[in-house]
Each structure stands twice: as structure tokens, then as C-alpha cells.
């Protein structure tokens, strides 16, 4: 069955997590894995809320932290889908700190992330257009497309040099021979 199209906000998460001292180095402030686990969760929401199937972690674009996140505080993370190509969506999601005695909020780090949605096989699925009808929709459309042509020119030129440096093999596995 074909999957109508879907408004950006359709996909839209909202998740809010509470920074416990097990999550938390010894200065008191957040491990960036743990961070970037609740990016990935959030964000894998919100594909599966545009494609309405499974979808996998591809990639994961440079993630900045801008500000610390400290025990205690609140953090609020909200993603959305800003692209899709055939059978991957880029999502954005943005993450805040709140203080919970003041309500003060700080932005402290924003990834985009790349799903693809998979079919029961395990094999890549197409996935419904994205309907854009908002300025910043469509001007997030065309800054997540720019970044999807980046994104697969840094992968194909990795992958051409390893193939150069190692060989047939793929990153990761066992040098083969120059
Ligand atoms: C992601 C995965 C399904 C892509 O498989 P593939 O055989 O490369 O499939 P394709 O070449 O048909 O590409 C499928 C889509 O993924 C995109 N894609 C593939 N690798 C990508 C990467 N590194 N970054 C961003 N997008 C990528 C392609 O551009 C394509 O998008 P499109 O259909 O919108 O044009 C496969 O690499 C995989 O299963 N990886 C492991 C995923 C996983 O386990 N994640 C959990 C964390 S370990």
C-alpha cells in the first residue's frame, strides 16, 4: 500500500529526560554518549512517524556541544523530519537544558541524522514525500538537501581512499592487499 505525504510537523517528537547522577561524569555534567543516545532515540521517532515503518540509524552528522548539561537539570530534545530522498530522511533534532528551579533554557547541542526506512526483509523501503507548506519548511528542505549532497560526497570519497589505501575490503574489516 502507498503511504500518502506527510507534513514535516507530522513527524514531529517531543521528548524530555531528566539528568540523573548515573548519567553524569565527575564534574556533575552529562557524558556526550548519553546525549547522543537520547538524539538518536528521539530522532528515530521521528522517522518512524514519517515512514511508519522500522528505520535504522545511517549517519549521524558532526554534533557540537555547545553548552554543558548539568545532574539535575531537564533536557528537552525535539526532532523532526527535514528530507526525504527515496528510501532515507534527514531528521533535526535540537537539544535544550532547563533548569528546573529558574525555567531558564540554554541550547546545548543540535545533530541531523539520517534514517532509512527498512521493509520486513531488512531491505531499504521508499518512504512518503514529504507536503511543504511554510517558508521554513521549504528553506529547511533545501538546507537538509544541501547537506544530503555533502554527506554522500564524504562517504563516497571515504570509501574510495580506503579502497585505494586497503583495497576491496570495507572500513573496519581486515586490510586487504595495496
Ligand atoms: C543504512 C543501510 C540500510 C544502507 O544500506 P545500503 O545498502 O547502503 O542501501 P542503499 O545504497 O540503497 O542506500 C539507501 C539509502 O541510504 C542512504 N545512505 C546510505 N548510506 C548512508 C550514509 N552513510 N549516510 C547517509 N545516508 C546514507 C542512501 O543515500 C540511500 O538514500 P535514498 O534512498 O534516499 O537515496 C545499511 O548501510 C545498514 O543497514 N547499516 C546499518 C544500520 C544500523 O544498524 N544502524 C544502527 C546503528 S549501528
Redesign the pocket.
Known amino acids: 500500500m502507498t503511504e500518502p505525504a506527510r507534513r514535516p510537523s507530522d513527524s514531529a517528537v517531543e521528548m524530555n529526560e531528566l539528568v540523573l547522577p548515573v548519567h553524569t561524569n565527575a564534574l556533575g555534567t552529562i557524558f556526550g554518549g548519553q546525549v547522543m543516545a537520547w538524539i538518536d532515540v528521539c530522532a528515530a521517532m521521528a522517522a518512524m512517524r514519517h515512514a511508519r515503518t522500522q528505520c535504522?540509524?545511517?549517519?549521524m552528522d558532526a554534533l557540537d556541544f555547545i553548552a554543558p548539561i548539568r545532574v539535575g537539570h531537564l533536557v528537552n530534545l525535539r526532532a523532526m523530519v527535514n528530507f526525504v530522498?527515496?528510501?532515507?530522511m534527514e531528521v533535526g533534532v535540537r537539544v535544550e537544558s532547563e533548569d528546573p528551579l529558574t525555567g531558564v533554557r540554554v541550547h546545548a547541542a543540535s545533530s541531523y541524522l539520517?534514517f532509512?526506512a527498512?521493509d520486513p526483509a531488512g531491505a531499504?523501503k521508499a518512504v512518503p514525500p514529504l507536503t511543504l507548506s511554510t517558508t521554513t519548511e521549504r528553506l529547511r528542505y533545501e538546507e537538509a538537501r544541501a547537506r544530503r549532497e555533502q554527506?554522500?560526497a564524504l562517504?563516497a570519497e571515504r570509501s574510495r581512499l580506503h579502497r585505494a589505501h586497503h583495497g576491496g575490503g570495507e572500513p573496519g574489516e581486515e586490510p586487504g592487499p595495496s
Do not use: D, K, Q
Open positions: 535504522v540509524t545511517a549517519s530522498g527515496r528510501t532515507s539520517t532509512v527498512i531499504p554527506r554522500l562517504v
